[in-house]
């Protein structure tokens, strides 16, 4: 960030006096910026806050987001060679809600989801990915309430900050066992609760994939699959966590029509790029064959992905097993054009025809692999699908 032009009015003494005045009343300035907007009242139209623009500050969240510059193999062995920070993850502050029942419940609902959608079922690992929305929520650097962070960049092309929100995977849906759970945990982070393993961080990515940030960042803690993150500097002290909550929070379903409307017409990269799927139906699924059970893990239901044609076979397939590791009958299907991704079972026979990669694993552990050989020739695991007209 650059400092105000000086206008020449004197001799060079002057020219350096105002420099230097300059230099030492634009942190003050820009602190002060901060605050006015922290003290001020929430936003009177309900639509995502975006924070300054800062080019050379990452801002990208979690791990399907990120387009990782190692194999999955590699990116572990990187991210597990880095060493943990000496500042640690920090003790963060409670939240203090402030806004009406609305607000609440809106604030909770989006929480609860993010938690879901990122971290699973785990308690701890849905807590940590919680605390860094509410850091987030506030930092400058971040849109000021709960849903406006957590649906940030959705509603443009050039990508979202959590990527359940632009990959499709809004159309999933929770078992009311799994949203009670979630919920009562988001309540009790609006109420005060904290999580101190991750304390101030406001980053995280899961640890197969290794992003081109990942060590510009201070690397502060580990939950579950996920690397947490604190900005260097003053920016991930809690200090810079200034920014006061005053609710006006928008319509996560507003947020989330636009999402998958944005989604729909956005390309998405590959799975060995991000890592994750497109769409996953992990309730009790159509087509499973009759002697396995019903999806009972994450691992387990169908996963619809993106595949590309310089991607390597056999990385695929050990990203299907990845995808596959909770347990049950497990299915990764590939398209290499996201228009053609179904939304659920049973597929069409236009779903069929231009389906390019085929993963199953049933209960007893056994695999099925296909791929389209015209556009994967002489696979080195697995066999050719089936032409189709």
């Not at 400092?3 to 230097?20: C, D, M, R, V, W």
């Not at 406006?148 to 929100?165: A, H, K, L, Y």
């Not at 007893?364 to 032409?387: H, K």
Request: net charge negative; proline share 7%; charged share 20%.
């Amino acid at each position: 960030m650059s400092g105000p032009a000086i206008q020449e009015h004197g001799n060079s003494n002057h020219i350096a006096f105002a420099a230097l005045a300059a230099l030492v009343i634009l942190p003050f300035v820009l602190l002060g910026l901060f605050h006015q907007e922290a003290d001020g009242d929430g936003p009177s139209e309900a639509i995502v806050e975006t924070g300054p623009e800062l080019p050379d500050l990452p801002a990208a969240a979690d791990d399907t987001v990120v387009l990782s510059q190692l194999a999955g193999d590699d990116a572990q062995a990187r991210n597990a060679a880095v060493g943990f920070a000496a500042i640690g993850p920090g003790t963060a502050l409670p939240f203090a809600f402030r806004g009406s029942s609305d607000d609440r419940n809106r604030a909770r609902d989006c929480l609860a989801l993010a938690g879901m959608a990122e971290a699973g079922g785990g308690d701890t690992d849905q807590r940590a990915v919680m605390q860094v929305i509410l850091n987030r929520v506030r930092h400058p650097a971040f849109a000021g309430t709960v849903c406006g962070v957590v649906f940030e960049g959705s509603q443009r092309v050039t990508g979202c900050q959590f990527s359940f929100t632009c990959d499709g995977s809004l159309a999933r849906r929770y078992s009311d066992a799994a949203w009670a759970s979630a919920r009562a945990r988001a309540e009790a982070m609006l109420g005060g609760a904290t999580e101190a393993s991750v304390g101030n961080a406001t980053h995280f990515h899961a640890d197969y994939v290794y992003p081109w940030w990942s060590d510009k960042l201070d690397k502060v803690a580990k939950v579950g699959p996920h690397i947490f993150f604190r900005w260097r500097g003053f920016w991930g002290t809690r200090d810079a966590l200034s920014a006061r909550y005053g609710g006006a929070e928008p319509d996560p379903m507003g947020l989330r029509k636009t999402a998958l409307e944005v989604a729909r017409t956005n390309p998405l990269p590959s799975l060995l790029e991000s890592g994750e799927t497109v769409t996953s139906i992990t309730s009790p699924v159509a087509e499973v064959v009759a002697d396995s059970p019903r999806p009972s893990s994450p691992g387990a239901g169908v996963h619809f992905v993106i595949v590309g044609p310089s991607d390597a076979p056999g990385a695929l397939v050990e990203r299907a097993r990845s995808l596959c590791s909770g347990g049950g009958y497990c299915r990764v299907q590939g398209w290499t054009d996201s228009g053609q991704v179904p939304s659920a079972l049973p597929l069409t026979d236009e779903a069929r025809r231009t389906m390019r990669f085929s993963f199953a694993l049933d209960a007893r552990g056994t695999e099925a692999v296909f791929f389209d050989c015209r556009i994967f020739p002489s696979p080195e695991t697995g066999t050719c699908l089936p032409p189709r007209p």
